[in-house]
């Protein structure tokens, strides 16, 4: 198709009006001027057309976007020019769009047969130009200009090039044509592009990954990672930034702990003041305690007020399935705290890179040793005066490397166990901050009452019991959240979730009324068993009753409290034997714990007197034991005592059972009526409890010298974050 310039200029200028895209508009109409100017095809004008505009445009953002003006000019129409990524996807799609529009729209014939060539084509000389025969495989047919209004050329498959010319001359022979009449043959090798199409996927494929490449070489790339997944050297360290919302205030029930935490701090901020005096400064710590007590709370404290560069990894990023990973990782994590110095390194989880050293070498343990090794020659190479601080975080300190724990490297080992009673008010306080509470319920009493429900809870535990009782008060539309929405929380998180749709058989249901009445009856009239709180036969979780009392909380136990607490335990069970003459699968938790308690008497605590003062390490659950420390005889006599002692606590619950008979099932009843009883229901039936018992916040904390956490800070860590020498300026 040829048109006039005039015209082309024309087309151009619409095409500008109706792709108003600055830069790329221009392109495009000069570019498809140029081309029909030069009497291409229509579908060969759009292709080029396309392909060069993209192209030409590219490369002259490219241009603009090196010179010295500011980024804000170098932005042309709609498109994110200054952006280097938006460039190199831009090229990409400018040539993969150009091979497409060729490949689907350049001019491929109208395939005919060798009888339509025949007695269409060579019947009429006249009509054919030429023939030509293409790699061999097919004839073009070319046309006179006007000959066929379908196309300017058609064409046929061919066997082979000598059946071809057989059948030609057979065929010039039949109609009669002579050698003036006859089309001229020529013989040609060219290539329609259908390779480059075979090839778009593994070019893709290869830009793609020397995209990647080149965007990891550059430093960190999307999601705050250092480098791309081929840089498996560089460390995955982060360093956190100045945003973290978590602040010493955040952080309560571990003030001991926070104290060590806040003078490393001091370390670095203020290193004269130690150094004065002769001292050094500690090289790092290890953190160690219970999950959920708070390790990795303490350090997002520390990150976000110690004004000093806080730099943070787990231990499970420095194995990867490549071997020398791990090493390297780790001396590039040093390398990034040296020359961010002084700072403070976090390694949470530390144990996963820790564990002791030894057994087989299998590939993975050998790769660990390898990181461990580096780990211990990258601290012990740090000095005083690099003021790098190094804290670790792990809940099985037992498990790590003694080259890893001694002085040198570790200097202090900071336990965070679970809080006590004044540090779960603190941390109770804490977490009611945000929670819209009853107008009626002062704070600091409800933090302090709920402090002494919940003994042995951990801050995790405290946090989900805040938020599981804003969860209930929502749930039933109140307008605040209220003391009975925290009981119910606390039995949430004990217990588990209430099944009250649970169908249980009469049967049942009066096996496990009668079951916890006899765990209540025995704990009652037991001195040193807990005080009860309540005692429900409303399945939860996994059981399908449960009795929750208040324990002690105290550190020390006798060979007489344990021996209480065992028949307390035991007390469903023989509850069960004595009214129904039978036993069931419900007590096989309780026989559980009763097995671990007499185990734990007899092999760690030396209470046997035939066994002896010995102390032998009990198998974690889980693992796999292959030998013990003592002889099959001591295993023997350690399962004989074992069994003699759980016979005892049986036979006393069976004494206790019997003699308040009366009492247990007076309780049993009024749970099949009731589902749940109360502390109150329980003195309502039984009496007073013969036993002195504490339950309130004043009675546990009477005598410990205050009613709350000690909160105060030495004199020389008052201001722990801040420069003394600046500040005296």
């Not at 060590?260 to 953190?287: C, M, R, S, T, W």
């Not at 990782?329 to 403070?344: E, H, L, T």
């Given at each position: 198709m040829c048109l006039s310039l005039p015209l082309c200029l024309s087309l151009s200028l619409s095409l500008s009006l109706l792709f108003p895209v600055c830069l790329l508009s221009v392109c495009l109409s000069v570019c498809l001027s140029v081309c029909l100017s030069l009497s291409l095809s229509l579908s060969v004008c759009l292709s080029l057309s396309l392909s060069l505009s993209l192209s030409l445009s590219v490369c002259l953002s490219l241009c603009l976007s090196v010179s010295p003006r500011p980024p804000s000019v170098v932005s042309f129409g709609d498109f994110p020019w200054n952006e280097k990524d938006f460039r190199y996807l831009a090229l990409t799609v400018a040539g993969v769009s150009s091979a497409l529009l060729y490949y689907y729209f350049r001019n491929t014939g109208r395939e005919i047969s060798w009888k339509d060539f025949v007695h269409r084509y060579l019947l009429f000389p006249v009509q054919v130009d030429r023939l030509e025969v293409v790699n061999k495989q097919y004839v073009r047919v070319i046309l006179v200009p006007g000959a066929d209004t379908d196309g300017s050329y058609v064409w046929f498959n061919i066997g082979s090039v000598d059946t071809f010319e057989r059948n030609l001359e057979a065929a010039y022979t039949e109609l009669g044509l002579g050698l003036s009449n006859r089309p001229a043959v020529v013989y040609s090798t060219e290539s329609d592009g259908s390779f480059l199409m075979s090839m778009v996927p593994t070019l893709l494929l290869i830009g793609f990954l020397l995209f990647t490449l080149r965007r990891g070489s550059l430093g960190r790339g999307p999601g705050g990672g250092r480098g791309g997944p081929f840089n498996m050297s560089e460390s995955t360290a982060k360093m956190m930034k100045d945003n973290i919302d978590v602040k010493?205030?955040?952080?309560?029930?571990?003030?001991?702990?926070?104290?060590?935490?806040?003078?490393?701090?001091?370390?670095?901020?203020?290193?004269?003041?130690?150094?004065?005096?002769?001292?050094?400064?500690?090289?790092?710590?290890?953190?160690?305690?219970p999950p959920?007590?708070?390790?990795?709370?303490?350090?997002?404290?520390?990150?976000?007020?110690?004004?000093?560069?806080?730099?943070?990894?787990?231990?499970?990023?420095?194995?990867?399935?490549?071997?020398?990973?791990?090493?390297?990782?780790?001396?590039?994590?040093?390398?990034?705290?040296?020359?961010?110095?002084?700072?403070?390194?976090?390694?949470?989880?530390?144990?996963?890179?820790?564990?002791?050293?030894?057994?087989?070498?299998?590939?993975?343990?050998?790769?660990?040793?390898?990181?461990?090794?580096?780990?211990?020659?990258?601290?012990?190479?740090?000095?005083?005066?690099?003021?790098?601080?190094?804290?670790?975080?792990?809940?099985?300190?037992?498990?790590?490397?003694?080259?890893?724990?001694?002085?040198?490297?570790?200097?202090?080992?900071?336990?965070?166990?679970?809080?006590?009673?004044?540090?779960?008010?603190?941390?109770?306080?804490?977490?009611?901050?945000?929670?819209?509470?009853?107008?009626?319920?002062?704070?600091?009493?409800?933090?302090?009452?709920?402090?002494?429900?919940?003994?042995?809870?951990?801050?995790?535990?405290?946090?989900?019991?805040?938020?599981?009782?804003?969860?209930?008060?929502?749930?039933?539309?109140?307008?605040?959240?209220?003391?009975?929405?925290?009981?119910?929380?606390?039995?949430?998180?004990?217990?588990?979730?209430?099944?009250?749709?649970?169908?249980?058989?009469?049967?049942e249901k009066k096996t496990v009324a009668y079951h916890e009445a006899g765990h209540a009856i025995v704990g009652w009239f037991l001195e040193h068993a807990d005080p009860l709180l309540k005692v429900s036969i409303i399945p939860r979780g996994k059981g399908l009753g449960y009795a929750q009392y208040l324990p002690r909380e105290q550190y020390l136990y006798s060979r007489e409290q344990l021996f209480d607490r065992m028949c307390m335990m035991l007390g469903g069970r023989v509850a069960e034997q004595t009214f129904f003459g039978r036993i069931t699968t419900g007590a096989q938790d309780d026989l559980k714990k009763v097995t671990q308690s007499a185990y734990a008497q007899v092999v760690q605590f030396g209470m046997s007197e035939k066994v002896g003062q010995v102390s032998f390490d009990l198998p974690r659950q889980g693992e796999m034991v292959m030998e013990k420390p003592y002889s099959e005889a001591t295993a023997e006599l350690i399962d004989q005592e074992v069994r003699e002692l759980v016979d005892q606590a049986y036979q006393r619950t069976m004494e206790l059972i019997q003699e308040k008979k009366e009492l247990v099932e007076l309780v049993g009843k009024r749970l099949l009526e009731r589902e749940v009883l109360d502390k109150a229901d329980m003195l309502e039936l039984l009496g007073p409890r013969p036993f002195e018992e504490k339950s309130t916040y004043e009675e546990f904390v009477e005598g410990t010298g205050s009613f709350e956490e000690d909160t105060s800070l030495p004199k020389g860590l008052r201001d722990w974050n801040q420069e003394k020498g600046s500040k005296t300026n």
């Open positions: 010493f205030k955040d952080v309560a029930g571990c003030e001991e702990a926070k104290l060590e935490i806040l003078e490393f701090v001091n370390f670095l901020k203020n290193p004269q003041q130690y150094q004065d005096l002769g001292a050094k400064i500690p090289k790092g710590a290890v953190l160690s305690g959920g007590t708070g390790k990795t709370l303490l350090a997002k404290a520390t990150a976000g007020e110690a004004n000093v560069p806080f730099i943070t990894v787990n231990g499970s990023e420095f194995l990867e399935m490549f071997v020398g990973v791990g090493p390297a990782r780790v001396r590039d994590m040093f390398s990034m705290a040296r020359k961010n110095a002084p700072c403070i390194l976090f390694i949470d989880e530390i144990d996963a890179v820790g564990r002791k050293r030894g057994g087989g070498n299998f590939g993975g343990q050998s790769e660990q040793e390898n990181t461990l090794n580096q780990l211990l020659v990258e601290m012990d190479g740090f000095n005083t005066s690099t003021n790098v601080v190094v804290l670790a975080g792990t809940n099985r300190p037992d498990i790590l490397d003694p080259a890893l724990m001694r002085p040198g490297r570790f200097d202090r080992q900071i336990y965070i166990g679970p809080p006590d009673i004044k540090g779960r008010a603190s941390i109770f306080k804490v977490h009611l901050r945000p929670i819209k509470l009853d107008p009626n319920m002062d704070k600091d009493v409800l933090a302090r009452k709920m402090a002494a429900a919940t003994p042995g809870f951990t801050g995790a535990d405290i946090a989900n019991v805040c938020n599981e009782a804003a969860l209930i008060a929502a749930r039933y539309l109140s307008p605040s959240v209220n003391a009975k929405h925290f009981e119910q929380a606390i039995d949430r998180v004990i217990g588990g979730l209430e099944k009250k749709t649970q169908v249980l058989q009469p049967t």
